[in-house]
């Protein structure tokens, strides 16, 4: 699962962008998409450290469902020319694909 949409506050005020990269084994789980969706989009009025924010959601998803692996990645976008990317939980390595319905 992937969402460009992650958006929070950093304690001096200043937003960080981002976005998040989900994996997980469910048993026999799962959780809706709209639902993270609304998560994803709540965390704007929230103030992280961006050291945190993958621990954050992994903590939410992980009391929300039962999972046999769950990982979480953060990529933060380049703020004062640093990028960041934060894991926690289980490796795994994020894979891109083609939107099949992108026109152009």
Known sequence: MHSNELLFLAHSGQPYRGSVHL?????????DTREFKRYITSLRSCTFYAEDIAYEIYTKIASSIKTDSLGVIVSLSARGGIAQRLSYGEDFVVEHKNNIFQIG
């Open 23 to 31: 994996s997980f084994v469910s048993v026999g789980e799962s959780f």
